[in-house]
Nanobody, 125 residues
Framework: QVQLVESGGGLVQAGGSLRLSCAASALTFSLYNMGWFRQAPGAEREYIAA????????DYADSVKGRFTISRDNAKNTVYLQMNSLKPEDTAVYYC??????????????????WGQGTQVTVSS
């Protein structure tokens, strides 16, 4: 079955950087737009960033614009999230998700068919 496996989370000091990876299996990766979301304790899951199936365009939430970069390597079936200048408010579980490209562009949590299990990112002040 389809699996999305995130990795790269951890504990980092404010101002530091982390790079998250999400490896996909059992799906034709190049047919999917990919997104990153996060969920802090007691909060709803929120959209962070998305990238088109080809990598030709990206989109970011205002809260991370200029600090986070989404990218993908279709040959490796992997999407990445480079996170710089991290802040304590970035602390959350981070999830990657896949949306079939024929369904169009979407930044809502309900628009994605497949989800990973999440990786914890903790930013200390």
């Amino acid at each position: 079955q389809v699996q999305l496996v995130e990795s790269g989370g951890g504990l980092v000091q404010a101002g530091g950087s982390l790079r998250l990876s999400c490896a996909a299996s059992a799906l034709t990766f190049s047919l999917y737009n990919m997104g990153w979301f996060r969920q802090a304790p007691g909060a709803e899951r929120e959209y962070i960033a998305a990238i088109r199936w080809s990598g030709s365009s990206t989109d970011y939430a205002d809260s991370v614009k200029g600090r986070f970069t989404i990218s993908r390597d279709n040959a490796k079936n992997t999407v990445y999230l480079q996170m710089n200048s991290l802040k304590p408010e970035d602390t959350a579980v981070y999830y990657c998700a896949a949306r079939l490209k024929t369904l169009g562009w979407d930044t809502s949590t309900g628009g994605y068919q497949y989800w990973g299990q999440g990786t914890q990112v903790t930013v200390s002040s």
